[in-house]
């Protein structure tokens, strides 16, 4: 039996509040990444900001979205293609394989530099804020 899961399609608060979360989640990123670096702050607090940026650009837009973390991947490379955004579907892949790493330990942490992943990070926070109030219809 297959299993079917929700989608659903947000409005502007849900943008906004999304946005706001990654906002909140980026200043942990903001502090974990220096010397030393705090990979376990910097992966799992990167991997839900960069999340609930992308959710944000996509329910403003009115893209689709979903709770499973591979396809919130897939969802960042159609908003990098489709909307122009920062290509950030690798980083999140490999957030999230650091994540895993560091909670669970069964598989190799990426190969990862902290400063530029913070950086990456900002740069996409930054640039989904600029498209939610630069588009207040929906991208169009």
């Not at 039996?1 to 989640?25: I, N, Q, T």
Request: with cysteine.
């Amino acid at each position: 039996m297959k299993k079917v899961y929700k989608w659903f399609v947000a409005d502007d608060a849900r943008s906004g509040e999304k946005l706001a979360l990654a906002r909140h989640h980026l200043k942990r990123v903001l502090s974990a990444w220096d010397d030393p670096t705090d990979w376990d702050d910097l992966s799992l607090y990167g991997f839900y900001c960069l999340e609930a940026a992308v959710e944000a650009a996509a329910v403003h837009v009115g893209m689709k979205t979903s709770k499973k973390h591979w396809e919130k991947a897939d969802l960042a490379g159609g908003l990098h293609r489709e909307h122009g955004l920062p290509d950030i579907e690798q980083l999140l892949r490999d957030l999230n394989d650091a994540r895993k790493s560091a909670a669970y330990g069964d598989i190799p942490t990426p190969d990862l530099n902290a400063e530029d992943v913070a950086s990456e990070i900002e740069r996409y926070v930054d640039a989904v804020a600029d498209l939610v109030e630069r588009t207040g219809d929906h991208g169009a």
